[in-house]
């Protein structure tokens, strides 16, 4: 398996979509497509990540890798496929802004990991609280770019609570990374440092989502 | 002059000369804060350029900051062009929905006539107005988003690299139409009164872009750009990191780099040396709940370690100071830097 790795890294960074289509034909051969986005795709973006995280990989990088990834698993798994990951039920949104970028690394990330989520595109907080509630969203994810959008999650959280509901919220974007307690003042539940993040965090709360 | 008290201006330009002033210069990038100043709404703070104006002189004498800044909001540009501006209470005026909804109109796209444009005349109006009254006393900084960056507001971030990757000749085509647009309205801010110009290209930095492509992409668009621009550059990353890229940056034909906090001042420092002057790098973000004894505390961290020698300028990692920074902060980083950055440098 490390071997197919670290090829579909090196294909995923060069933008070599046939390279990475031909990686993922040959573990198909012997995995089942849940397989190899869990073992195989979620990897590959998990060291895109870290590099980017530290500063050797560059965020038009991790946003192309993820694009493609996303674009494997559809043919593996089209959305709606009875094999996708339907729980917990997840949603994402960018509160009260128009930068999408990291809601979108975030959507590919986890789509190439097989899961289906809502996308709520860009929402303020009053849309927000009530499409969560609507859906029964049990673990919101939350891209904010600006200071003000970031400290408004705690009018988010708060909502949530007030309507009774418990739904886990994870935040991120820039604000969340260059304050590191921020997400912990607006009460959010955890925080992502990059996109690739978003697969461990949520497996982690899995076990708080009823 | 060692010793001496040298005027802002006069202590930039030793910085920018690689020497030691009397003392480490602050540019504190306060914007909306002169809205508070004149207890109005950060909308209606914008509206006219005497506003702007008032605010900066009060900001300047208050903080004693090292420099005049004429930026209004980054979005400005993007209104020019037609694009929408939302403003809200207690932050930055934004971008709203691009305006550039499907790569094909880029073919048709005109640039706004700098002189014809209402938002633009305001900022224009704003710097000849500062310059009447701060004369040479304190450099007036101007700010042109790169033609690499603007996209980001233009089309959306992820729609942008989409475009960069998949359609190169309308990329080349958007280049081409936002290089003119940006020296037209940088050299308008010179010919207005600005000292230099603000380069911001947080798309150029390494955060965003890998070496490879940023030598393909940005920094080519920055050596033309900046070779048309009548006057000073710094160029700006807003909050990116640029380490990888500093000897490509300083071949652009900058004076100044923006440098991040994720990157250490020590190091930007030697590798800047005798060919960049470093400008930064405090935590805009974290400022908002610094107690002043904090605040002095990275203000004399960062002097320690990026001002002996001169060629650095103290200031935030981002550009634009969070209006939820408290005014006990910036007043308690300015009256650090004035204790702390003293040449020689002498914290300890």
Same mark, same amino acid.
């Given at each position: 398996m490390e071997h197919l790795v670290e090829k579909l890294e090196q294909a995923l960074l060069s933008i070599d979509r046939l390279s990475a289509r031909r990686v993922m034909e040959e573990a198909h051969a012997g995995m089942q497509p849940m397989a190899i986005a869990e073992k195989l795709l979620v990897p590959v973006l998990e060291r895109i990540g870290q590099g980017w995280e530290e500063g050797r990989l560059a965020l038009s990088q991790v946003y192309m890798s993820g694009r493609i990834s996303e674009e494997l698993v559809d043919t593996l798994l089209p959305p709606g496929h009875a094999h996708r990951k339907k729980q917990p039920r997840l949603a994402i949104a960018v509160l009260d802004d128009y930068h999408m970028l990291g809601k979108r690394l975030v959507y590919s990330v986890l789509r190439a990991d097989g899961f289906d989520l809502l996308d709520y595109g860009a929402v303020n907080v009053e849309t927000l609280i009530s499409r969560t509630k609507a859906d029964n969203i049990q673990v919101l994810l939350i891209s904010t770019l600006m200071l003000p959008s970031a400290l408004r999650v705690k009018e988010v959280t708060g909502g949530l609570k007030k309507k009774g509901l418990d739904t886990k919220v994870v935040v991120g974007g820039a604000p969340f990374r260059f304050d590191e307690q921020l997400w912990q003042e607006v009460e959010a539940d955890a925080m992502g440092r990059n996109a690739s993040d978003a697969v461990a965090v949520i497996n982690n709360l899995g076990g708080g989502v009823s | 002059m060692k010793g001496e008290e040298m005027t802002s201006l006069e202590r930039v330009l030793t910085t920018l000369d690689h020497r030691e002033p009397d003392r480490v210069p602050l540019f504190l990038p306060v914007t909306m804060h002169g809205a508070k100043e004149l207890g109005m709404s950060i909308e209606e703070y914008f509206s006219k350029a005497e506003n702007v104006v008032e605010g900066q002189l009060r900001l300047w004498k208050k903080y004693q900051n090292d420099c005049i800044n /004429?930026?209004?909001? /980054?979005p400005i540009e993007v209104e020019a062009w037609g694009g929408e501006v939302i403003f809200s209470a207690d932050g930055p005026p934004n971008s709203g929905r691009p305006f550039i909804r499907d790569p094909h109109q880029i073919m048709d796209l005109e640039p706004p006539r700098v002189k014809e444009t209402p938002c633009l005349l305001k900022v224009l109006k704003a710097i000849t107005l500062l310059k009447e009254r701060v004369g040479d006393e304190a450099p007036i900084i101007g700010i042109a988003v790169s033609p690499f960056s603007l996209p980001v507001m233009q089309m959306g971030f992820d729609k942008y690299f989409d475009l960069m990757y998949d359609q190169p000749s309308l990329f080349q085509q958007l280049m081409k139409i936002n290089e003119n647009f940006c020296v037209e309205w940088a050299n308008a801010q010179l010919e207005a009164g600005a000292t230099a110009i603000a380069y911001f290209d947080p798309v150029s930095s390494s955060t965003i872009s890998s070496r490879e492509m940023y030598l393909e992409t940005g920094f080519e668009i920055a050596k033309r750009t900046i070779a048309r621009i009548e006057g000073p550059t710094a160029t700006h990353m807003a909050s990116g990191r640029c380490l990888p890229i500093l000897d490509d940056i300083a071949q652009t034909g900058t004076a100044i780099i923006g440098t991040s906090v994720l990157e250490d001042l020590t190091h930007m420092k030697t590798v800047c040396k005798n060919k960049l002057v470093v400008l930064g790098n405090l935590n805009g973000i974290e400022m908002r709940r610094w107690t002043p004894q904090q605040a002095e505390t990275k203000v004399k961290e960062a002097i320690e370690k990026a001002g002996p020698g001169g060629g650095f300028i103290l200031s935030d990692n981002h550009g634009e100071i969070p209006f939820q920074v408290p005014d006990e902060v910036l007043s308690a980083i300015s009256t650090a830097v004035r204790r702390w950055g003293r040449y020689p440098i002498a914290v300890n």
């Open positions: - | /004429a930026t209004f909001y /980054a």
